[in-house]
């Protein structure tokens, strides 16, 4: 089971600032280990967050994503208490979903 | 000797003398917007986020937590910990550092022994080191506080002494010393400004900023990683994980810091 | 009934698209699906992360070129990394009727690096982290409503610090 993301979700002005860190090592498939053999890609594929069930971003990454991805966005249409959910999908189907209450 | 290693040799000897350029400015300047758009957002937090897990999971032999590890402001004090170690331990009778007192803890409050507990000091992807995690989270619950490291008990002046030593001591096939790199102001690796941990303002930002995120590693890095890769970029012999030379090199970096607000765990390249 | 004939029609039209993320981007803007909501195989734009070019982005995302402009606003992306394993990338499409941003480095194996797609209210804007091997060009590839795509390009230098640990 993949590692929580570390979700910070807060009003700026009537927006909604979302910022997300993720744990995730995103290897590119081109990087070789000690014994010269090549380390598998292993990356996010796809990025999509919510707004109390509403989408608000979906995104398709390759392996440039830096490895820990950070990500960060903003929305109207949103409130104190409102929820939002982001779910990752890796090139090999690991996923993870993680909620955070706009605070 | 290597090629790459005469290469930073040259470099070194280069920059030893080297005085900074106009154009330096910039880049330097440059180089301080990158750091700044970094600060936040560091996935350092989720090392910390493991590190406090790790703290109250209950683990070992003895099936207990770390919770109520004693790291020098009794049991369970975590808040402002990390900025007074390392420090004299009556109950081992040694000074410690971090790693070596959650090993002491590891052992005698969960039960496992010293080898169990020191298998992983260092991280790599997904084999994962307790130690980093746990010296995020520990290190997280002193930021703000200003340095207080003591010299009050004998041991503790005796780790600093040792420490200083140490520090000035040259060795290793290339004749370096700590020193080497950090005894002197205004000096550089490629574009990497070294501070001179010989002086109380360099001393203070340096020791203060560890743990770190390292961008370079991909990993969250503490003190005794960070000594362990000088030596081994002077080509000394291995620096022991939480051996009495780590802690001692590291007593004497805490206390010269003495002073300096803690903030850590920061990210660096 | 003729409603539904029309969309059979437009489903056949799109389906020839290259590329399923225009597929699946198509029946998002259709109302069909659902962001996150079961995401097919192939919804990853393979082609597009493949291209080694702009231009070859851009056509694997349906479009013939992107027209030029400096209507973005590169926010706290820095001009030198210290480490191009992680640069710090936000772009702001200033351009009305943003439905999407790509991130682009030229010098990278391939250049696609990320593409976010913003639906009605979320702003068209976004920050990041990405690897960059070597100083190069970054290029923020906007596609709006109309289906026309706009390039804004900034140089981002990579330097090395220390001894390498």
């Known amino acids: 089971m993949a590692d929580p993301m570390r979700i910070r979700a807060s009003m700026q002005g009537d927006k909604v600032l979302v910022r997300v860190l993720m744990s995730h090592e995103m290897e590119t498939g081109q990087r070789k280990d000690e014994s010269g053999n090549i380390v598998p890609a292993h990356f996010i594929q796809s990025v999509t967050a919510s707004h109390n069930g509403k989408p608000v971003l979906s995104a398709e990454w390759g392996p440039a994503v830096s490895k820990n991805p950070f990500l960060q966005f903003q929305f109207a249409g949103g409130k104190l208490g409102d929820k939002i959910q982001i779910i990752w999908t890796d090139n090999k189907g690991d996923t993870r979903t993680d909620e955070a209450i706009v605070s | ?269 | 009934m003729e409603t539904i004939v029309k969309f059979e029609r437009d489903r056949r039209e799109i389906l020839k698209i290259a590329g399923a993320a225009a597929v699946y981007g198509a029946l998002v803007a259709a109302g069909m699906a659902r962001p996150g909501a079961a995401r097919a195989q192939g919804a990853w734009n393979q082609g597009a992360f493949a291209s080694k070019s702009l231009a070859d982005v851009v056509k694997a995302y349906g479009g013939a070129g992107a027209e030029p402009t400096s209507e973005v606003a590169w926010g706290s992306t820095p001009e030198i990394a210290e480490n191009g394993a992680v640069v710090p990338i936000s772009v702001t499409s200033r351009i009305p009727n943003t439905e999407s941003i790509a991130i682009l480095i030229e010098k990278n194996p391939s250049a696609l690096a990320a593409r976010f797609q913003f639906p009605q209210g979320t702003d068209p804007m976004v920050s990041t982290r990405v690897k960059i091997g070597q100083s190069s060009n970054v290029h923020a590839l906007i596609k709006t409503a109309d289906g026309k795509f706009y390039v804004a390009t900034r140089e981002v230098k990579v330097t090395l610090g220390g001894c390498g640990g």
């Not at chain 2, 004299?88 to 010293?114: K, N």
């Not at chain 2, 995120?213 to 990683?225: A, F, I, K, P, T």
């Not at chain 2, 620096?239 to 607000?261: P, W, Y």
């Open chain 2, 1 to 269: 000797m290597t090629k790459g290693l005469m290469g930073a040799l040259a470099v070194l000897v280069v920059a030893a003398g080297y005085a900074r350029a106009q154009s330096d400015a910039g880049t330097l300047k440059g180089i301080e917007k990158y750091r700044e758009a970094l600060a936040d957002d560091n996935p350092a937090d989720l090392w910390e986020a493991r590190g406090a897990e790790l703290w109250s999971t209950k683990r070992g032999p003895k099936g207990a937590p770390l919770a109520q590890c004693d790291l020098g402001k009794g049991p369970g004090v975590v808040k402002g910990a990390y900025a007074e170690l390392p420090r004299y331990f009556a109950d081992a009778d040694r000074v410690m550092d971090l790693e070596t007192r959650l090993v002491h803890c590891m052992v005698t409050l969960q039960g496992f022994s010293p080898a169990e507990a020191t298998r992983r000091p260092f991280g790599n992807g997904s084999n994962r080191s307790d130690f980093e995690a746990l010296a995020a989270f520990v290190a997280a619950q002193s930021r703000g506080a200003k340095m207080s490291v003591s010299l009050d008990h004998p041991k503790e002046r005796t780790a600093y002494l040792l420490g200083e030593q140490m520090f000035f001591y040259r060795g290793g096939p290339h004749d370096f010393a700590c020193a080497t790199c950090h005894g002197e102001s205004n000096k550089r690796i490629r574009l990497q400004d070294l501070p001179n941990l010989t002086d109380t303002k360099d001393a203070q930002r340096a020791y203060t900023t560890w743990p770190a995120y390292r961008v370079s590693q991909g990993e969250l890095r503490s003190m005794q990683w960070r000594l362990n890769d000088c030596f081994r970029q002077q080509r000394f012999p291995e620096l022991k994980f939480a051996s009495e030379t780590s802690i001692a090199l590291t007593m004497f970096l805490a206390r010269n810091a003495n002073g300096g607000v803690f903030s850590a765990p920061t990210i660096k390249r």
